[in-house]
């Protein structure tokens, strides 16, 4: 009856088979907490940066993928919540993981390059440290991006990044700007669960929330601005991977749930 239509579950008789393992040949890979891994240089933490070098050294030794931790997003303003498996938004990536020196408004931003140079020694000490510092790390990369959004927000409309942000906001839809609304109402309201917050933040469709958003715009576009250089700097290493003959690329491990708050 063309008045109805049903939803179709297909259940194949195998599962797919990627072409590089389908001669039965047997591969391998490397997996690593991408937070726990140090480079030279590095603010820290692994980062993006890293994974790209992690993914070069296991093509060279002729490994086929590379497993990772979950990078999806925590807490900014509560860094010691730092488990991967209890994460605040399973769709979305953590900005703790971009590297400031490839941020394309470091270079145009002065208050950015400063704050860099005049935190160095500090990141020097945090990268030496055996175990990760995210209370330090969050602060002072935030303060950095923050100096380099400030820069972005300079820039004219028809710049060839601006186009690229807009473009990526747009695909991400609704779905991505009611996260970066979220981000912005706890950036104000640090550590609160949400369901503490004032009642008119509570629901993303509340007559409130459109107040929030316009007064409030500064904080929205920086939640964007991160998630746009996160993604920009995992496609780049997801690139350098293919390109270095890392057959499989990445496997990326995704928590179970995300916390309640």
């Known amino acids: 009856d063309p008045r109805h239509t049903c939803r179709v ?11 590089e393992i389908r001669d039965g040949g047997r591969r391998f890979g490397l997996a690593a907490h991408l937070y726990a891994l140090h480079r030279r240089g590095d603010q820290g933490i692994g980062d993006f940066t890293t994974l790209s070098a992690l993914a070069e050294v296991t093509a060279r030794a ?13 807490f900014p303003d509560d860094r010691e ?12 990536l953590d900005p703790l993981y971009i590297d400031l020196d490839r941020v394309p408004d470091l270079e145009a931003s002065e ?24 209370t330090a790390v969050g602060h002072l990369k ?63 469709d509340a007559p409130g ?11 929205v576009r920086f939640a964007l601005y991160q998630q746009w250089l996160a993604d920009r700097q995992l496609a780049a290493a997801a690139r350098h991977a293919r390109e270095r003959g890392l057959a499989l690329g990445f ?10 708050d």
């Open 9 to 19: 579950v297909v259940a194949p008789a195998r599962c797919f088979v990627p072409s």
């Open 62 to 74: 002729g490994g086929s993928i590379v497993g990772i931790n979950p990078l999806h997003m925590l």
């Open 111 to 134: 208050a950015a390059r400063a704050l860099l140079a005049q935190n160095g020694p500090r990141f020097a000490a945090l990268s030496a440290r055996t175990s990760v510092d995210y």
């Open 142 to 204: 935030r303060a950095v991006l923050r100096a380099c959004f400030g820069r972005f927000e300079l820039r004219a409309a028809d710049e060839p990044l601006v186009a690229e942000f807009d473009r990526f906001v747009l695909s991400g839809g609704a779905t991505l700007r009611r996260f970066a609304l979220f981000e912005a109402i706890a950036a104000l309201h640090p550590r609160v669960p949400w369901h503490e917050w004032p009642r008119p933040l509570r629901e993303p």
């Open 209 to 219: 929330i459109a107040d929030f958003a316009d007064a409030h715009a500064h904080l």
């Open 81 to 92: 919540r730092a488990s991967p498996y209890h994460p605040s938004d399973r769709r979305f």
């Open 251 to 260: 496997f990326r491990d995704l928590a179970v749930g995300a916390a309640p």
